[in-house]
């Protein structure tokens, strides 16, 4: 276990559903990321938060909408997906978003949408 | 903009044999460089991380070298075994950027008894 949980671990959902990605850390960081990674593609990076601020948004379509009320919490907010975005999606945590830190990261949550 | 690229995509070995993986990236200037493993269903563990100004890092059977300049990295497996069955990620923290790392798309290790 790296200290970071994610629920749920699996999910199915329409397009017209909305549901939310929870994650939580318990080693007192306080960065966090999301992370997609989609089959045969690089895992890329969706959203950092640092200190409880949105200090990178990688072009994330509006359908995805992050919220980290804490450093210990990071939800994403999904509503009208499409089936492309169907993936697995981790989450990550670090120290402080420097540099030289290594990223612990959750179990993923495998997303499916019909 | 940044490409890694990892080849073999999959690679199969028999218990025992020692092993290099491969990374290459199309931007010299990065910040530092990771290895992760991916097993199935779960999420991504830090192997090593290599900082920039450092040309390898040991850990136990493997070790993991970077030649900057000419963007490769090799991820050395000694005496492999089949717990090491996995997929291992390499990914580039690119300088100008504090933590957007650039990943490639992984090899897929078996390690047969």
């Known amino acids: 276990e790296t200290g970071v949980t994610q629920t749920p671990r699996h999910l199915v959902m329409g397009m017209t559903n909305k549901k939310s990605l929870k994650c939580e850390q318990h080693l007192g960081h306080n960065a966090m990321y999301w992370y997609k990674q989609s089959a045969k593609k690089p895992l890329e990076l969706m959203f950092v938060y640092n200190f409880k601020e949105q200090t990178e948004n990688n072009s994330v379509p509006s359908r995805f909408s992050p919220e980290c009320p804490n450093s210990s919490h990071l939800f994403l907010h999904l509503h009208t997906l499409q089936p492309e975005d169907s993936a697995l999606y981790l989450c990550?945590?670090?120290?402080?978003?420097?540099?030289?830190?290594?990223?612990?990261f959750g179990p993923g949550t495998r997303l499916l949408v019909l | 903009k940044q490409e890694v690229t990892q080849i073999p995509a999959a690679l199969s070995v028999p218990e025992g044999e020692n092993l290099v993986l491969n990374c290459s990236f199309t931007d010299s200037a990065i910040y530092n460089l990771q290895w992760f493993r991916q097993d199935p269903g779960k999420g991504l563990t830090s192997l090593l991380l290599?900082?920039?100004?450092?040309r390898e890092q040991t850990s136990g059977r493997l070790n993991a070298s970077l030649d900057k300049s000419s963007g490769r990295s090799t991820l050395y497996i000694a005496a492999s075994q089949p717990g090491d069955s996995a997929t291992y990620l390499c990914?580039?923290?690119?300088?100008?950027?504090?933590?957007?790392?650039?990943f490639g798309t992984g090899t897929r290790l078996q390690v047969t008894l």
């Open positions: 290599i900082q920039s100004s450092q």
């Open positions: 990914a580039v923290l690119n300088t100008g950027t504090a933590s957007k790392l650039t």
């Open positions: 990550a945590s670090s120290q402080d978003g420097g540099r030289q830190e290594t990223q612990y």
